[in-house]
């Protein structure tokens, strides 16, 4: 399929900061996204360190690296692997994210979010540039389902419009870092989404997933972009772009 977001599709994720894409990718690109996961995990223990995280409670026992279902996150897929790198320059996600940030724009991360069944953690509200420390905050990013995305399995959890308020306090550590005030059940949705299906938001948007307690995997792709202007204010979350777009 080919996108261009209306100009009522454009001022609904400037005022809410949110938007969902059907069908950004298609079934036999979310096939070769598990292709790939299958064979990193077949590679184990010769893949970069900083590629794989494990559920928290799987962590050091014995047979846990060549267990997919034990990876709670891959990380800097498009630095690593080939696929994912060209899948960056996916002409709805580039346009789109030229489209919403200019036309300079650089890839700031790639993670697989793995969220497996009935041993998975939540991850905590949050806003992403919480992390990024990115300034002016011009940067997006696509959650993109790959299974069926359920309010049980963790689907995504935002709060329209709360992008607006700016970078609110944080506090933790690692995953567990995150909004120190946690939003009021009335302002929250959650976003079920279909295979192939994509959610914007940005960076400052907050947002949260619970833990899979169903028999379902959940797998979910995202990519964040930002625009040519902006600058990492100093934090204790170094990171490095993956990829800069001529």
Known sequence: MSIA????EIRHFREEGFLVIPGILSEHQIGRVFSEITAVMAQRPHVPDDLIQYEPSMRGKPWTETNELHVRKLFRMAVHLSF???LAHHPDLLNTARTLLGARVTLVQTMLL???PEISSPKVWHQDNGYFALRPPHCFGFWIACDPVTEANGCMHIVPGSHRRGLQP????GDDFGLTEIPAPE??????????????FQCEL??????????QRRRALQYHYMASDVAKTPNQFPWEPEIGFE
């Open 170 to 173: 944080h506090a933790g550590q």
């Open 84 to 86: 994912f790198r060209e």
């Open 5 to 8: 977001l209306s100009n009522q």
């Open 114 to 116: 793995m969220k497996p």
């Open 206 to 215: 907050f947002h949260f997933t619970p833990a899979n307690r169903t028999t």
């Open 187 to 200: 302002d929250i949705l959650s976003v079920p989404l279909q295979p192939g299906d994509a959610l914007l």
